[in-house]
């Protein structure tokens, strides 16, 4: 493992990028300073000591609220993710595995889901839901399902068919023990890179959303209501606009950059292929 | 080209995401019809039974459906719930924006990433592969409605008679028109772009290592026959395929874009539905976008079965 990430340099770049924007979330509250507290006299003001990234139209703290703005989106974009993984993952499996008119039926499902563009479905369910993380992250997680449904088919397809699943069968596995200890372990290199990549993408879907005010509801700060705000106030202080985009940009090109680094070093025969 | 299989693939896909938007009104918690009113009146029982039966939820589903769909199929979307304008109409106000953008987008990013893809194909060796992989990675997330922001502050400031906002349709002021299209265009392309040179890079990569490019140098063909004729034929196959994929993207981030550059389209159409409530028009917006979306797949694979013989069905 060590080995590896000393030999690969990006995987090594990416993972730390990774690991440092996720340690400036979780530890938010320790590193920064209150994301609520409004100080009237300094307002919109630049970078300095005190503001590390100036201060926004209400003299909020720019730098806290990209550190909650970083818990939200991970947060969100995370439980979807999770969310599609299990849903879908264990669909494309159980289709794989059980085959006929289950595989069928399951997979028409998810031809019809994988229709919609990904945006216009993920506003269309958050219409349903009402606009909040929650349901963003219901939102973007169900666009997801047919990508991992689709994903894990195929390779399980394949594993069902090989010797040792046979063999397995044959001494008497049950089902239950084929799928957690011949199907999970070989797929899980597969879904290691598409959840991180999906990561990626569930960030920028949700820094959308919340632009467009379908995301999390003030007063819970996310990059892309602080994208939003900022925008209003773009000629009087570009700062809040400016940096709650690059936060945007960097936490999406981390996950990224961590998923395809990881696809070179756990199979090398997908090298250069695109998602 | 076009087998019957095909065709009942795409009705099947069409009816179950007919299905889907149908079910998107009967889906939401609680009481439907009072959130709706919500928005614009004061809830009574009176104004909940006249609103149910003007939709239709008080009859039973299959009905519903019967009703709805067969509206739709003769280009009957119902009528928005607060103007009584007729759906199809307000979506054929906000069509041509969205349409023109995406459409834009989709060719930018398509014709760009041909050459720029076969232009990255020559640079190989280590610090090639990095830059163009870290290149290709940005562009795929950098936010693009962030950049549009940025990019209409910096032009604000270094061309301060550069409009940029707001839409003048085509035939008004063809002119007028581009220049307004131009940033949105570039913004919307940019992912698509950074996602599709970087396949037609490893796609050529893949095709110049075959054995009928090692055939055509070894008859003599120039370089430029090579990488044009023989290799970026095949490597086109997996890329018109991504341009399909790609177009739904652009469809969906063209909403966000919209909101950007204040541009009058579908996005906006949608959104001022949700933030009012008005569900058949959301419903109507999402049916017409998806359905756009999966008619260009379809067209994309029949393309697909022309430029590729060995392929006929799946």
């Known amino acids: ?30 590193i920064a300073g209150d994301p609520f507290a409004q100080i009237m006299a300094s307002r919109m003001q630049g970078p300095s000591a005190d503001n590390l990234l100036g201060t926004d139209q209400l003299g909020r703290d720019v730098f806290a609220r990209i550190l909650f703005g970083y818990r939200t989106s991970l947060l969100t974009s995370g439980t979807a993710v ?11 499996m159980l289709a794989a595995f059980y085959r006929g008119w289950f595989d069928r039926i399951v997979m028409r499902l998810m031809d019809v889901l994988f ?58 596995a049950s089902d239950v023990r084929i799928v957690f200890s011949h199907l999970l372990p070989n797929l899980a290199s597969v879904i290691l890179v598409q959840a991180s990549l999906l990561l990626s993408a569930a960030i920028l879907v949700e820094a959308s959303l919340s632009f467009l005010g379908l995301g999390a509801q003030p007063p819970i700060p996310s990059l892309g209501q602080m994208l939003a705000e900022g925008r209003n106030f773009l000629l009087l202080s570009p700062w809040p606009a400016v940096f709650s985009g690059f936060a945007i940009l960097f936490l999406s090109f981390g996950f990224n950059l961590l998923g395809d680094a990881l696809r070179d070093t756990l199979d090398p025969r997908l090298r250069g292929q695109e998602q | 080209m076009i087998r019957a299989g095909r065709l009942l693939d795409l009705a099947i896909v069409l009816f179950g995401v007919s299905i889907i938007v149908f079910a998107m009104i009967r889906l939401i918690p609680g009481d439907a019809v009072a959130i709706m009113l919500g928005a614009n009146t004061e809830i009574t029982p009176e104004r909940i039974a006249e609103l149910e039966s003007r939709i239709g939820l008080d009859r039973p589903l299959v009905t519903q459906y019967i009703d709805w769909i067969s509206g739709v199929v003769t280009g009957d979307l119902g009528t928005s719930l607060w103007t009584g304008r007729p759906v199809a109409a307000e979506i054929g106000a906000n069509l041509w924006p969205t349409l023109q953008l995406t459409f834009m987008s989709v060719l930018v990013g398509a014709v760009l990433a041909v050459p720029i893809g076969c232009f990255m194909a020559e640079a190989r060796g280590k610090t090639a592969d990095v830059l163009v992989r870290i290149g290709a990675i940005a562009g795929l997330t950098i936010p693009s409605f962030w950049l549009g922001i940025v990019a209409i502050f910096l032009l ?41 040179s970087r396949l037609v890079r490893s796609a050529m990569l893949d095709a110049l290592g075959q054995d009928y490019i090692r055939t055509a140098r070894s008859k003599g063909a120039g370089r ?61 917006t999402i049916l017409v976008m998806t359905t756009a979306f999966v008619m260009v797949n379809f067209v994309v694979d029949i393309l697909y079965a ?6 006929t069905q799946k």
């Not at chain 1, 999770?82 to 494309?92: E, I, N, P, R, T």
């Not at chain 2, 581009?178 to 392309?189: D, E, F, G, S």
């Open chain 1, 1 to 30: 493992m060590i080995a590896t990430l000393t030999r690969d340099k990006l995987l090594f770049f990416a993972v730390i990028f990774v690991i440092v924007q996720i340690g400036l979330a979780v530890f938010a509250p320790l």
């Open chain 1, 82 to 92: 999770l969310l599609a993984l299990l849903v879908g993952g264990s669909l494309g």
């Open chain 1, 115 to 172: 229709a919609f563009p990904i945006m216009l479905l993920a506003i269309g369910i958050i219409a349903v839901l009402g606009p909040n993380a929650f349901s963003a992250a219901i939102a973007i997680g169900i666009v997801y399902v047919p990508i991992f449904a689709r994903l894990l088919r195929g390779p399980s397809l394949v594993i069902c068919e090989s010797e040792y699943v046979m063999g397995a069968r044959a001494i008497g």
């Open chain 2, 156 to 196: 604000s400031r270094w061309l301060p008679g550069f409009s940029s906002l707001g839409y003048v349709p085509f035939f008004e002021d063809p002119l007028e028109n581009l220049q307004r299209m131009a940033l949105p265009v570039i913004v919307l392309a940019l992912p698509m772009l950074a996602n599709l």
């Open chain 2, 224 to 284: 430029r026959r090579i990488v044009y004729r023989h290799a970026l034929r095949n490597a086109l196959i997996p890329f018109i395929t991504s341009v399909g994929v790609a177009t739904g993207y652009l469809l969906g981030g063209a909403i966000v874009i919209e909101q950007v550059f204040a541009i009058p389209g579908l996005g906006q159409l949608v959104l001022g539905a949700i933030s009012e409530r008005n569900y058949p028009l959301v419903q109507a």
């Open chain 2, 306 to 311: 022309f430029i590729d013989p060995r392929i």
